[in-house]
């Protein structure tokens, strides 16, 4: 670093040298020890995207919109052909209207469950935003559980890994979805590897190949060289203003996998005989293949930011999960920091160095679909946008902070020097470990 930039960091920012060198010795471990493996990755799924567009013969009259029902939207028919090949599988439903990832995932399994059916999760409790969805916390009206559909999960094993045997012993004649959250959510634990995604896939199958597996993919596109539907997933879902996106869709969801369920997803979405065939996409087909273009690139600046957090956080004694030296298959970065009160100065430290908002001091508050009070700091330029710089946290024991995000790895960087200066300067950490 030089002399230029450490000045504006002191001067313009108030970030204390100490903090500084700090987060300078952790950013040359991250180059020399792990830039070549997201560099690799980020490579690999660049070439795969361009070859996607170009499989579809994507040209500049798909940018063009329609009004009204949305018939013949060459645009809207050209985004869910190029999902499709980018995620291996016969269809997709891709649409701004989808209102975050928990809109995709409810959509995907309301349209392919009945009243009778069962849902089986087996990966422990999903997301906070979905057990609301589902019924088994809170008390809102239209739930699953209302509507008949019988709901089952299976908590992960002591290590963390699906529990394959007990998932197994749990699957009833009335299971008809088994789904895996790839994320670690709002949990301790690391985000499920393709892996070991795959490998619960093909023991369910051999169990019984009827059983239909969806994954919850947030947060983990293109963080690996394949996705869940390369390795067996029938349908997923996901957001467009996480990873997907690369920070310039303005809205949307997706949905990817067998033609005959998503047919039933596209006949909730709509209704049924209308299907796929309708829905404007309001102008925003360039901004969604734009972003899927830039993915690759902004969720390797954004692994980069995660690590450096792990390195800067384990450095001071503070659990991270995943740890520094774990496969990673998110781009979440669990802090733990066992104290109400560190939590939101680590959130009021990212909000700070963010280009929206920056003057803004997040609390906790009760947000809408959770059950707890819940702090996010996300000064974004498309409002809570997880693909760039954030952090939220539950307000609950034992306290993690979850980082995401970060469309350049310099912002990473001035987000990470942002939260710890905000800990340093409020006596909250162990200043004698700020060793470099």
């Not at 760039?388 to 469309?407: H, K, T, V, W």
Request: glycine share 10%; with cysteine; charged share 25%.
């Amino acid at each position: 670093m030089n002399e230029y930039t450490r000045n504006i960091l002191c001067k313009q920012y108030g970030i204390d040298n100490i903090i500084i060198e700090y987060v300078e010795s952790k950013d040359k471990v991250l180059k020399e020890k792990y830039m070549d493996m997201i560099e690799k990755v980020k490579e690999y799924n660049q070439y795969k995207i361009i070859h996607a567009m170009q499989e579809a013969k994507l040209n500049a009259t798909h940018f063009n919109w329609t009004t009204g029902y949305g018939y013949d939207d060459i645009g809207r028919e050209k985004v869910e052909e190029i999902y499709s090949y980018v995620f291996g599988t016969e269809d997709a439903l891709v649409r701004p209207t989808i209102v975050s990832g928990t809109h995709a995932i409810t959509l995907t399994l309301s349209g392919i469950l009945r009243p009778g059916d069962e849902l089986l999760v087996i990966t422990g409790s999903p997301y906070d935003t979905l057990q609301k969805v589902i019924g088994i916390r809170g008390n809102e009206k239209g739930t699953f559980i209302e509507y008949g559909i019988k709901y089952n999960e299976v908590p992960l094993d002591s290590n963390g890994k699906i529990d394959i045997e007990k998932s197994l012993a749990s699957v009833t004649d009335k299971t008809k979805i088994v789904m895996i959250q790839r994320s670690t959510g709002y949990s301790d634990r690391k985000a499920l590897t393709i892996d070991e995604i795959k490998y619960a896939i093909d023991k369910i199958k051999a169990f019984n190949k009827d059983l239909i597996i969806m994954v919850d993919n947030c947060y983990g596109e293109f963080i690996e060289t394949v996705e869940p539907t390369n390795v067996g997933a029938d349908i997923m879902a996901g957001s467009l203003i996480k990873n997907p996106g690369g920070g310039i869709s303005l809205s949307g969801g997706y949905v990817v996998g067998r033609k005959d369920l998503i047919e039933l997803v596209a006949n909730r979405s709509t209704a049924p005989g209308i299907g796929k065939e309708c829905g404007l996409t309001f102008g925003m087909t360039r901004n969604t293949l734009q972003g899927l273009f830039l993915a690759p690139m902004i969720v390797g600046e954004a692994f980069k930011g995660a690590l450096l957090n792990a390195l800067v956080y384990k450095g001071l004694g503070f659990r991270v999960v995943p740890d520094t030296e774990d496969k990673r298959s998110d781009i979440i970065q669990g802090i733990e920091f066992k104290s109400r009160e560190k939590v939101i100065k680590y959130c009021q430290g990212i909000q700070s160095a963010s280009p929206v908002d920056s003057y803004v001091s997040p609390e906790p508050w009760k947000m809408p679909g959770y059950e707890d009070e819940v702090i996010m700091a996300a000064g974004a330029f498309v409002q809570g946008s997880s693909i760039e710089l954030s952090a939220d946290a539950p307000m609950r024991e034992p306290y993690f902070a979850y980082y995401q995000g970060g469309l350049t790895y310099n912002h990473c960087k001035l987000g990470v020097m942002m939260s710890l200066n905000n800990l340093y300067k409020n006596n909250l950490i162990d200043k004698e470990k700020l060793v470099y």
